[in-house]
């Protein structure tokens, strides 16, 4: 099992940048791939970006490069930097893991995913 925790959502400001953190029990990180999803109200759960187990990470076209997914092993967490915010990015955002290794094309589908986290607000205002 494994248990996710997101943080770092609150209410900022159109141009402004937020960190998420995603912090992991119950295994290390460094052994699973993690994804990063957004669901805005109305909405279906979007991909947004992913680190696989190796490192490598991953964003969605449709953030562009304002979005940048890190991992501190030693901590065992995962963070979303999210830089020039727009009010378009206000979501829910969830952090999530696989039971099983999962291929680089698995990484953007939620059904993918097999734990995730209660999820933290992020509100941007214009």
């Known amino acids: 099992q494994v248990q996710l925790t997101e943080s770092g959502g609150g209410l900022a400001q159109a141009g402004g940048s937020l960190r998420l953190s995603c912090r992991a029990s119950g295994r290390a990180l460094n052994s699973l791939s993690v994804g990063w999803f957004r669901q805005a109200p109305g909405n279906e759960r979007e991909f947004v970006a992913a680190?696989?187990?190796?490192?490598?990470?991953y964003n969605a076209d449709s953030v562009n490069n304002r979005y940048t997914v890190s991992r501190n092993n030693g901590r065992n967490m995962v963070f979303l930097d999210i830089t020039r915010l727009k009010p378009e990015d206000t979501a829910v955002y969830y952090c999530?893991?696989?039971?099983?290794?999962?291929?680089?094309?698995?990484?953007?589908?939620?059904?993918?995913?097999?734990?995730w986290g209660p999820g933290t607000q992020v509100t941007v205002s214009s």
């Open positions: 680190i696989a187990w190796s490192g490598i990470t």
């Open positions: 999530a893991a696989p039971s099983t290794p999962i291929s680089t094309d698995q990484l953007m589908l939620p059904d993918s995913y097999t734990f």
